[in-house]
């Protein structure tokens, strides 16, 4: 059993900034890739930022960012204790969503993935 614990969501001014944390626990997996995704009403979910390793835990990770978050926006993941981070600066109204953890394993290289509970994020104006 796999549980993603998101942490960190809440009310900020435009402008303002947060950080989200998401703890993977349960069986201990090796994770291909931690991210963040995000939902806003009436809206599909999308991705917000994501980590990717090429396998190995002490390799580097390659990350992707939304052109909407990219410089105001940074993940990071700490693939050893199974932990990824997002800093979120200069925030603004339309980042308002449900922002959820993401994570992907492969076993026999079909990926399988996780989801959070999700942490609401407010931006007001």
């Known amino acids: 059993q796999v549980q993603l614990v998101e942490s960190g969501g809440g009310l900020v001014q435009a402008g303002g900034s947060l950080s989200l944390s998401c703890a993977a626990s349960?069986?201990?997996?090796?994770?291909?890739?931690m991210g963040w995704y995000r939902q806003a009403p009436g809206k599909p979910r999308e991705l917000v930022a994501e980590?990717?390793?090429?396998?190995?835990?002490?390799?580097?990770?390659?990350?992707s960012y939304a052109d909407a978050v990219k410089g105001r926006f940074t993940i990071s993941r700490d693939k050893v204790q199974n932990l990824v981070y997002l800093q979120m600066d200069s925030l603004k109204p339309e980042d308002t969503a449900v922002y959820y953890c993401?994570?992907?394993?492969?076993?026999?290289?079909?990926?399988?993935?996780?989801w959070g509970q999700g942490t609401q994020v407010t931006v007001s104006s």
């Open positions: 993401h994570a992907q394993r492969l076993s026999d290289d079909i990926p399988l993935d996780y």
């Open positions: 349960g069986i201990r997996f090796l994770y291909k890739a």
């Open positions: 980590a990717t390793s090429s396998g190995m835990t002490t390799s580097g990770d390659s990350t």
